[in-house]
């Protein structure tokens, strides 16, 4: 069975193409393509609240070319989901509007806590799913989701307005910083043997420059000093030396000091990357739509 999804988020536009197999035990994702966009509209909500023309444009052409590339692929079910820089444009109805008229896309825009749910969805506690209790950190360009996972159920979940391309533009607020230490300490207080799984691309890149095998996890050490390492490159020898792609490079070391902090804040030592993110959870919920339609 095969289906497509876009993740509309502050840093980049993506497109997954998966096949899904279900042995009657476990489903299987299997990824046929996914294709990757830095439109970055969190440049102009963070600092002007509004997505301009330019970046409208750009959207569009982006989700166009994406829903070429769906109708080629013919999947059974298909969704467009958008986060944090379309949850604070102040013009966000409006760009859902034009969306939907130019590409012919409904794009839901969801709540922090609902990014979180399908984050949880994706698998992103695959690798950690042994323990009992484990914090899921997702870093996006605009915002962090933090979810606190007891034997595989979400208890407590909250995103804050903290993100690499917020944090690289300077329109990181410190009460939300704040807010988020806060909601860590009293959310994880006392909890002996408390892992993180972490998502998104600077921590999947980040995990990649560490050279540790798959599966296994991060240390909050290893991690410092790959961030300490990374902050003494330039941007310009990140993509010449280290081979990170220019938007990647200038939000990586935003992105892995709010891991840092979350964990440090946290008390958590070992952070697991299963390298999956929201497109992969958005795949999950059709697939689940899809079978309660009852269709196999």
């Known amino acids: 069975m095969k289906f497509a999804a876009i993740d509309i988020g502050s840093n980049a536009i993506r497109l997954l193409l998966c096949q899904v197999e279900d042995d009657g035990e476990e489903i299987y994702l299997k990824k046929n393509a996914f294709l990757r966009v830095p439109v970055r509209l969190g440049t102009d909500v963070f600092e002007t609240q509004r997505i301009s023309e330019k970046k409208i444009e750009n959207l569009v052409d982006g989700i166009t070319a994406f829903k070429h590339l769906i109708n080629a692929y013919d999947p059974i079910r298909c969704a467009a989901y958008a986060t944090a820089a379309m949850r604070e444009a102040e013009n966000s109805e409006e760009v859902v509007e034009i969306l939907k008229q130019r590409t012919g896309f409904d794009v839901e825009v969801i709540d922090g806590r609902r990014e979180a749910e399908i984050l949880h969805l994706s698998g992103s506690r695959a690798k950690s799913g042994k323990k009992k209790q484990c914090l899921l950190i997702d870093v996006g360009g605009g915002s962090t989701e933090v979810a606190l996972i007891l034997d595989r159920k979400i208890v407590k979940a909250k995103a804050f307005n903290l993100g690499s391309l917020r944090l690289l533009n300077g329109t990181d607020a410190k009460s939300e910083w704040q807010s988020l230490r806060k909601w860590i300490v009293d959310n994880t207080a006392n909890r002996k043997g408390l892992v993180a799984a972490g998502s998104g691309g600077s921590i999947s890149k980040i995990f990649n420059l560490s050279r540790i095998k798959a599966g296994k996890p991060l240390s909050y050490n290893k991690l410092k000093d790959i961030c300490a390492g990374l902050a003494d490159y330039s941007l310009e020898?990140?993509?010449?030396?280290?081979?990170?792609?220019?938007?990647?490079?200038?939000?990586?070391?935003?992105?892995?000091?709010?891991?840092?902090?979350?964990?440090?804040?946290?008390?958590?030592?070992?952070?697991?990357?299963p390298r999956l993110g929201l497109v992969d959870g958005i795949i999950r919920v059709l697939y689940d739509r899809h079978k309660k339609s009852g269709h196999k």
């Open 237 to 273: 020898d990140r993509i010449r030396v280290l081979d990170l792609k220019p938007d990647r490079a200038d939000v990586i070391v935003p992105a892995g000091s709010i891991f840092l902090a979350i964990m440090d804040w946290a008390g958590i030592n070992k952070l697991y990357v």
